[in-house]
């Protein structure tokens, strides 16, 4: 059974840093890819950055891109997202998930698999 479950948020003020952690079980890192969206009130979900396991691509959106880095541990099962430089806008339910190869579209399409949220919180 694939299960995901994330981990780290919390309160932070504008500036600040905060690394979210996804533990990750029941698949092979190889055969997926894994994402962080995220959701704030009244917004629809973005994705935030992604992990392509078979070839080892990377993505991050607009927002964040130079901010945030994403990256894995796989003697952990876990993927990570460091957030530094952290803004207000950055507030949100953080979510990760889960894309097998076979549905996967390069950077946020097929993900299948969602565990959990965290919630993060900038203040001004």
């Known amino acids: 059974e694939v299960q995901l479950q994330a981990s780290g948020g919390g309160l932070v003020r504008a500036g600040g840093s905060l690394r979210l952690s996804c533990a990750v079980s029941?698949?092979?890192?190889?055969?997926?890819?894994i994402g962080w969206f995220r959701q704030a009130p009244g917004k629809e979900r973005e994705g935030v950055s992604c992990?392509?396991?078979?070839?080892?691509?990377?993505y991050y959106s607009d927002s964040v891109k130079g901010r945030f880095t994403i990256f894995s541990d796989y003697a952990k099962n876990t993927v990570s997202l460091q957030m530094n430089s952290l803004e207000p806008e950055d507030t949100a339910f953080y979510y990760c998930?889960?894309?097998?190869?076979?549905?996967?579209?390069?950077?946020?399409?097929?993900?299948?698999?969602w565990g959990k949220g965290t919630q993060v919180t900038v203040s001004s």
């Open positions: 998930a889960a894309a097998p190869k076979s549905n996967f579209v390069y950077p946020l399409y097929g993900f299948a698999y």
């Open positions: 029941g698949f092979t890192f190889d055969d997926y890819a």
């Open positions: 992990i392509e396991y078979s070839d080892g691509r990377k």
